[in-house]
């Protein structure tokens, strides 16, 4: 009964597109358990590179059943765009799932989103204007719009009209935007019904029967640790929780069924987005990281932010996510500079504290602490094998593991598929 977590150990676009891919030849199901087309996985494959939003990525591996669960928000007209691109390119995305319980993105959550985060002006999020949070709000509201609801028509315009009658409010009369007809949305959402219906199925009944078949399952977290709504640098967060936990609720899945929680890092660290950063760089350094490491994010189209590793990060995404391993990625981008700084502590008011603050304010005034490790200049993308590594290659490595609080069962030392070295199996 395999079935194994994959999350963001930072802020999100650690590369868990790559590592999913990686085990997705060796997995029967790959799981998207919450957020929506607000995530951005790249995954390259031989010399084909694929930007997936919201599909799994595991639907670039043959033999796989790529899933979209319960917690997931959905964009129809994404959704159907992403497969028509990847049937275009020869992927074969008929075994896709779609749990019935999955919300949907409708227009006028996009459209709440856009104009308040406009109307935050300074203070202002950093979202992505894809409406997520708007249709998470609706579902903790209870007038959420669901997969299912599509093949009811009576209950959709219901549920449209419970919905307008606020929004359309606060749209007019604070936005002094246009209201929004309940008959043009139903009669959009209706016509995205029997595209996806081939795919709509009970997908918590298919997941635990295929657990209880001793099928391998990979539940995939979108976003990262420090975005959780919970436990990630809150208001600077996404609208869900991509941590551990979140698997379990997002797919139905009970905790006694996880074995395995394997979390993503890069070598260095990276955000999109307003929020506290604090080893974020703004010298040559940080624009060397994202020029190498090519840090634009693949569903904003933003550069990101970058900075050094953190490892105060690291360790507190291990203690709330329970990791029984690291995924280490990009380690070639750091190749080339003499001593690498590594931020091992943070400095609050003077005082010297190790772990991450639960305090917002003590988290923004955070200074990095740095330890300085010697750098490596030699050419680490045909490394097969750890001591294929130069010895300070493996020593910072080495380094990150004792400072993480979880053994690096894996390294990405480029961004080709093949490009990783294995030290322990996930399997």
Same mark, same amino acid.
């Given at each position: ?116 985060? $406009?109307?935050? /002006?300074?203070? %202002?999020?950093? @979202? #992505?204007?894809? &409406?997520? !949070? =708007? ?124 074995? $395995?929680?394997? /979390?993503?890092? %890069?070598?260095? @660290? #990276?955000?999109? &987005?307003? !929020? =506290? ?127 993480? /609080? ?22």
């Amino acid at each position: 009964m395999p079935a194994l977590v994959l999350l963001g150990a930072q802020w999100g676009d650690e590369g868990k597109g790559k590592a999913t891919d990686l085990l997705g030849g060796s997995v029967d199901y790959v799981v998207r358990y919450q957020g929506g087309n607000n995530a951005g996985h790249t995954v390259v494959v031989g010399d084909q590179k694929y930007a997936l939003h919201l599909l799994p990525s595991g639907i670039l591996s043959p033999g796989c059943t790529p899933v979209i669960g319960n917690g997931v928000v959905v964009d129809p007209s994404v959704l159907l765009s992403e497969l028509s691109g990847l049937n275009e390119r020869g992927v074969d995305t008929s075994k896709l799932l779609i749990s019935g319980n999955a919300h949907i993105i409708t227009p006028y959550n996009v459209t709440v989103d856009k104009v308040t985060e $406009r109307f935050l /002006g300074k203070r %202002k999020i950093g @979202t #992505t204007g894809r &409406g997520i !949070g =708007p249709t998470y709000a609706d579902k903790i509201n209870r007038v959420g719009i669901r997969v299912q609801d599509l093949y009811d028509e009576s209950i959709l315009t219901q549920k449209v009209e419970a919905a307008l009658d606020v929004k359309n409010q606060v749209l007019t009369k604070l936005y002094n935007r246009r209201a929004i007809a309940v008959e043009q949305v139903v009669e959009e959402l209706l016509g995205y019904a029997e595209k996806i219906k081939p795919f709509v199925a009970d997908t918590v009944l298919v997941l635990n029967q295929a657990l209880e078949d001793d099928k391998v399952v990979l539940f995939e977290g979108g976003q990262g640790t420090l975005l959780d709504i919970d436990h990630g640098t809150y208001p600077f967060v996404t609208s869900s929780n991509p941590t551990a936990g979140g698997a379990c609720t997002g797919a139905g899945v009970g905790p006694t069924k996880i074995s $395995r929680v394997i /979390g993503i890092l %890069k070598a260095y @660290t #990276t955000r999109v &987005g307003a !929020g =506290p950063f604090p080893t974020e760089l703004f010298d040559e350094d940080g624009e060397a990281l994202r020029r190498i490491g090519g840090e634009r994010g693949v569903t904003t189209g933003r550069d990101r932010r970058c900075g050094w590793f953190d490892a105060v990060i690291a360790r507190y995404a291990t203690r709330v996510n329970g990791l029984t391993d690291f995924f280490l990625t990009k380690l070639d981008v750091l190749t080339g500079w003499e001593q690498i700084p590594v931020c091992v502590a943070y400095e609050i008011d003077g005082k010297r504290v190790e772990e991450l603050p639960y305090s917002q304010t003590d988290f923004h005034h955070a200074k990095p602490v740095y330890e300085m490790l010697p750098g490596w200049s030699e050419d680490i993308s045909k490394a097969k094998s750890f001591s294929d590594l130069p010895k300070n290659a493996q020593a910072y490595v080495k380094a990150l593991e004792e400072m993480s /609080g979880a053994p690096i069962s894996a390294i990405g030392v480029g961004p080709g598929r093949d490009e990783t070295i294995e030290i322990n199996s996930f399997l």
